[in-house]
Nanobody
């Protein structure tokens, strides 16, 4: 049984911070790339960030570059997304995803690479 579960979402004021966590069962055995994606109001699912356990590299969407940081802890089986300087346009449902495909951190951002997905967690940025 493989499970991907997000936590840490909620309501935050513009300029604030949140830290999302994602637990993935069988982390060390099954996954090589892990990522965060989001669905914002009025738009389809879009990339946020990803990290590769193959080379340790990561990628970020232009909209979050310099504000968000992705990291992982294989010992804990957990993926993190630290979000700083949050903006109202960051509001949406955030999804954690994982895949055994051994891509590099430079190439891991496209959602079609992922086959295990969490249910999503709401992040709302509003004053």
């Amino acid at each position: 049984q493989l499970q991907v579960v997000e936590s840490g979402g909620g309501l935050v004021q513009p300029g604030g911070s949140l830290r999302l966590s994602c637990t993935a069962s069988g982390f060390t055995l099954h996954y090589r790339i892990l990522g965060w994606f989001r669905r914002v109001p009025g738009k389809e699912r879009e990339e946020v960030s990803c990290v590769s356990t193959r080379d340790g590299g990561s990628s970020y969407a232009d909209a979050v570059k310099g504000r968000f940081t992705i990291s992982s802890d294989s010992a804990k089986g957990t993926l993190y997304l630290e979000m700083n300087s949050l903006k109202p346009e960051d509001t949406g449902v955030y999804y954690c995803a994982a895949s055994p495909t051994p891509l590099s951190g430079r190439d891991c951002l496209a959602p079609n690479h992922y086959n295990y997905w969490g249910q999503g967690i709401q992040v709302t940025v509003s004053s």
